[in-house]
C-alpha cells in the first residue's frame, strides 16, 4: 500500500467519520424528527461511524501486525459498507408513505443482500471472490463480480424506485436520494470490472453527506413551518386587538345620535329621517369595516368618513364646518382610522356655546408614502395630557403599526387648534393585499 494511497485512504475516512459523528449528534438533538427517521438516522450514522473506526484500524493494523488483521477488518469493512443500500431503500419507501414491511420492492432488496452476505462470508472458505497475496496485496478472485451483482442490483432499484416515486417526495428529498444513490451506483458498476475501493469511498461519503443534508433540511423546514405558524398566530392576535381598540371608540357616538334621533322625531320629522337614512348608512359602512382585518382602499374610507360628517351635520347645523382637499387618493390604510380620527376632533372640539368648529381634511403624497392631515380650530390639547383623545388616538396610532407601519403624530394646529398626521408608506403589506383580493 503506497504512502499517498494511506493518506487519501486517511483523510476520506476522517471525513466521513467526522460526518457521522456530526449526524448522529443532530439526530439525537433534534426534537422535530419523527420516531422512525430518528432510529434510521441514528443506525445509518452509527454504521458509518464503525466502518470509520474499522478503515482506521485497518490502517494501523496493517503497519504494525500485517496480513491477518486485515483479512478479518476488510470482512467488516466491506459488510458495513453494504448495509446503507437496502437502508436507503427502507428510508425512501419511508419518505413514499407506503408500508416498508409488505413492499415487494424492499423483499426484494433484502434478498439479494442476503446473497451478498453469503458471497461475502465464503472468502473465509475460498479464494476465489477475493484474497490477500503472501506479498499482503489485496487481490480479486474470478469470482468478484458475482459477489459485486447483488449490490448493483440493489443501487439499481433504488435508482428506478426514485424516479417512479419522485412524485411523492419533495424536490429537496428527490435530489437528496440522486446524491445518495447515483454516484454509487456507478461507482458499484465500475468496480464489477476495475478496482476503484477510492471511488467507492467517495462515494459513500457523498451519500452520507446527502443523508446529512436531509436531516437538516427536515429540520429548516419544521423551524419554517413553527416560524410561520407563530406568526400567524401574532397577526391574528394583533388584529383582534386592534378590532377591541376599534370598538373602545365607537359607543359614545352611537348613544348621543340615538339621543338626537329621539328628541328629533317630536320636533322635526324630516330632519329625523334624514339623520336616520344617514346614521343607517354610517352603521353599514361601520360594520363593514369591522369585518375587514387588512388595508382598504383610502376611498372607502373617505366614504365611511362622509357618511359620519352627514350625521354630525345634521345634528349641529351650523356650529360643524367640514373641508376636503383630498386629491390624492389611491393608496390603502387600515379600515376605520381617518374616521376615527375626526370623530375626536368633532367630539373634543365641538361646543354649541363656543364659535363654530372647523375641521380640514387634506391628503398629499410623498416620495416614500402618502400623508393624511386633519386639523381643525378647536381648544386643542397638550402633548402632556393622560386624557381621553390621547388614548383614542394612541389606539389608532398602534393599529397604523401592526397593519401597514404607519405613523400618526400629533401637533398643534395653526389656529390653535388639533392637528394630527397620518403617514403610510408605499409598500403596503402583501398579506393585506391577498386578503382584500380574497374577500372581494
Same mark, same amino acid.
Given at each position: ?24 449528534? $443532530? ?12 432510529? =434510521? ?19 494501523? $493494523? ?9 483479512? $478479518?477488518?476488510?470482512? &467488516? ?90 412524485? &411523492? ?8 436520494? /440522486? ?8 461507482? /458499484? ?24 443534508? /436531509? ?48 328628541? /328629533? ?21 361601520? =360594520? ?35 373641508? $376636503? ?116
Amino acid at each position: 500500500m503506497s504512502e499517498w494511497y494511506e493518506i487519501f485512504s486517511f483523510s476520506i475516512v476522517s471525513v466521513a467519520l467526522m460526518l457521522s459523528v456530526l449526524g448522529i449528534w $443532530f439526530t439525537a438533538i433534534f426534537p422535530t424528527l419523527d420516531k422512525w427517521s430518528k432510529k =434510521f438516522f441514528l443506525a445509518y450514522f452509527t454504521i458509518l461511524m464503525l466502518c470509520s473506526l474499522i478503515s482506521l484500524a485497518d490502517v494501523i $493494523f496493517y503497519r504494525y501486525v500485517g496480513v491477518m488483521t486485515q483479512v $478479518f477488518f476488510g470482512f &467488516l469493512e466491506i459488510l458495513l459498507l453494504s448495509m446503507p443500500l437496502p437502508m436507503i431503500t427502507a428510508f425512501l419507501i419511508h419518505c413514499c408513505k407506503k408500508d416498508i414491511k409488505s413492499n415487494i420492492v424492499f423483499r426484494v432488496v433484502l434478498g439479494f443482500w442476503a446473497a451478498f452476505f453469503l458471497l461475502l462470508v465464503s472468502t473465509f472458505f475460498t479464494k476465489h471472490i477475493y484474497y490477500i497475496s503472501p506479498n499482503e496485496q489485496f487481490q480479486r478472485g474470478a469470482w468478484f463480480p458475482i459477489m459485486i451483482v447483488p449490490l448493483n442490483v440493489i443501487t439499481v432499484l433504488n435508482f428506478v424506485c426514485l424516479i417512479r416515486w419522485r412524485k &411523492l417526495i419533495s424536490r429537496k428529498y428527490y435530489y437528496g436520494f /440522486l446524491i445518495a444513490t447515483v454516484p454509487l451506483a456507478v461507482t /458499484l458498476l465500475v468496480h464489477t470490472v476495475v478496482d476503484v475501493t477510492a471511488l467507492i469511498d467517495i462515494s459513500t461519503v457523498l451519500s452520507a453527506v446527502s443523508m446529512f443534508g /436531509l436531516i437538516l433540511s427536515a429540520q429548516i423546514e419544521q423551524n419554517l413551518r413553527q416560524q410561520r405558524e407563530i406568526t400567524r398566530q401574532q397577526q391574528e392576535i394583533a388584529y383582534q386587538r386592534a378590532s377591541v381598540m376599534v370598538l373602545q371608540m365607537r359607543p359614545h357616538f352611537i348613544y348621543n345620535t340615538l339621543m338626537s334621533i329621539y328628541y /328629533l322625531i317630536a320636533q322635526d320629522t324630516e330632519k329625523a329621517q334624514k339623520i336616520t337614512l344617514d346614521f343607517s348608512t354610517y352603521l353599514r359602512k361601520n =360594520f363593514t369595516a369591522l369585518a375587514k382585518d387588512y388595508a382598504i382602499p383610502f376611498t372607502e374610507e373617505l366614504e365611511h368618513t362622509r357618511a359620519y360628517l352627514a350625521v354630525e351635520k345634521t345634528r349641529f347645523e351650523d356650529h360643524l364646518f367640514v373641508e $376636503f382637499d383630498t386629491p390624492h387618493t389611491h393608496f390603502r390604510i387600515p379600515p376605520l382610522t381617518l374616521q376615527p380620527i375626526v370623530e375626536n376632533a368633532i367630539k373634543h372640539g365641538l361646543d354649541p356655546e363656543l364659535n363654530p368648529l372647523y375641521v380640514t381634511i387634506k391628503t398629499s403624497q410623498s416620495e416614500s408614502g402618502s400623508i393624511i392631515t386633519v386639523e381643525d380650530t378647536g381648544p386643542g390639547f397638550g402633548d402632556s395630557d393622560n386624557n381621553e383623545p390621547h388614548i383614542a388616538l394612541a389606539n389608532i396610532k398602534e393599529r397604523l403599526k401592526m397593519m401597514c407601519s404607519g405613523t400618526l403624530t400629533v401637533s398643534a394646529g395653526k389656529s390653535g387648534g388639533t392637528k394630527v398626521t397620518v403617514f403610510v408608506p408605499n409598500k403596503v403589506k402583501q398579506d393585506d393585499r391577498k386578503r382584500s383580493r380574497k374577500n372581494q
